[in-house]
């Protein structure tokens, strides 16, 4: 059950990453339309919430929500990690 909420808070945040116009420019080279960009932000809202879900249905209220919060911080720094990776390897 670790595997999949980190999988769905990892989607989810590399969809809000995506939704951003800087890191628009920095992976596509151009910003992205403004439906699609919209359709990434609810795309990675509903994988956050799908996992938390998750780690409440895995774990019940009292040690979901922390669960949760373990998995979306190390997501949130695996997702940072990969746009900076990203953006030195596309820099040279």
Do not use: K, N, Y
């Not at 403004?34 to 996992?51: E, I, K, M, P, Y």
């Not at 979901?64 to 919060?69: E, L, M, N, Q, Y």
């Amino acid at each position: 059950m670790h595997a999949l909420v980190t999988a769905l808070l990892l989607a989810g945040f590399a969809l809000l990453a995506a939704a951003m116009e800087r890191h628009q420019d920095d992976l596509f080279g151009r910003p992205l339309p403004a439906r699609l960009t919209a359709l990434l932000r609810l795309g990675g809202s509903a994988a956050l919430l799908v996992g938390l879900a998750a780690a409440v249905q895995a774990w019940g209220w009292a040690v979901g929500p922390v669960a949760w919060f373990g998995h979306l911080s190390v997501a949130a720094g695996a997702v940072v990690l990969a746009l900076v990776a990203w953006e030195r390897r596309h820099a040279r």
